[in-house]
């Protein structure tokens, strides 16, 4: 859906650019109907599908959710949403915050009784599995030299969901039963995302769809009244409109990928234990082959793209 919206804003930007400079004008008519059509029910696609994806979120990542809001305070239901505020990571509060009462708890829990964990009691929560999962690990431990020890079948079972947040402590020792109580604190700590960059990257993201839906809105009822060729700041907005796709899905992405960690699989697999064990070397020498590859096609796309958009259809 996300790639639905990119086209059609893109083809609605070309369209206007086309209309505003008077060229290729019965073409862009059509192309403009086209994408302002395909674009709102695109858009609002992006909108359902992204508030189912962020309710699964709230159940399956509550660390995300609770930087993503902004809540360093279990929130009691209904939860209001955090509109604007400024993170401070060291005394774990916002400044100047701007909220609307009710709307956390609905969007995130679709209910008005069910309370909104912060980051606080989130990092409490897991210290205690840090502590529970570190018997797991040394019962693994056990069971690879012998799989056959009862004792240690045990220990597994009952402190094997928590598993992954024992492994946090492999980040400051090797040998878990001997982590100490500041170790079981940082491994804590370090199962909550940094705040401020998802609290603001989910900002940008969802300014970013606001702004196209009412682009596409506008766009939409005007090619339904057959007036967009006479609203040169609906033109305009659109041409302006065309980097808003890609910042909006980068912004996602971010969130996903940053939100998560220090997961690879959340609370399963720490991302410091699934790093390639290939070289330094090797990973430089790879990535910047993949970064100059693509460069040099990002180049020449937008080359080509400029070249036949200037010379038209």
């Not at 998802?198 to 596409?216: A, E, K, N, P, Y």
């Amino acid at each position: 859906s996300a790639g639905y919206v990119a086209g059609s804003m893109f083809v609605l930007s070309i369209s206007s650019w086309y209309l505003l400079r008077k060229q290729d004008v019965d073409f862009a008519k059509k192309s403009f109907r086209i994408a302002a059509a395909f674009g709102m029910a695109s858009i609002l696609s992006v909108l359902v599908l992204g508030d189912e994806s962020g309710y699964n979120i709230g159940r399956a990542q509550p660390t995300k959710l609770a930087a993503i809001e902004g809540i360093w305070e279990t929130e009691p239901a209904p939860a209001p949403l955090n509109l604007f505020a400024i993170p401070n990571e060291k005394e774990q509060k916002n400044s100047y915050v701007v909220h609307i009462p009710y709307l956390g708890g609905l969007i995130d829990t679709r209910s008005l009784d069910t309370p909104i964990l912060g980051v606080k009691e989130l990092v409490a929560q897991n210290r205690v599995r840090v502590d529970s999962g570190r018997h797991a690990v040394e019962a693994l431990e056990t069971l690879r030299k012998d799989n056959t020890d009862a004792q240690a079948q045990a220990v597994f079972r009952q402190h094997q969901e928590d598993l992954g947040y024992g492994l946090l402590l492999k980040k400051y020792t090797d040998n878990v039963s001997q982590a100490t109580p500041e170790m079981l604190d940082k491994a804590a700590a370090d199962s909550m995302p940094t705040v401020w960059p998802l609290f603001f990257t989910f900002r940008i993201m969802v300014g970013c769809g606001v702004l196209m839906l009412l682009v596409f809105t506008w766009s939409f009822w005007s090619s339904i009244k057959g007036t967009f060729m006479h609203k040169p700041w609906l033109l305009r907005a659109a041409v302006c409109a065309l980097p808003l796709p890609w910042i909006a899905i980068e912004s996602g992405w971010f969130m996903a990928e940053y939100g998560r960690q220090p997961w690879t699989v959340y609370g399963v697999l720490p991302t410091h234990l699934s790093a390639s064990s290939l070289s330094v070397g090797s990973l430089i020498g790879s990535l910047s082959g993949f970064i100059a590859f693509y460069t040099v096609l990002l180049i020449i796309e937008v080359y080509l793209m400029q070249k036949y958009i200037r010379i038209g259809p």
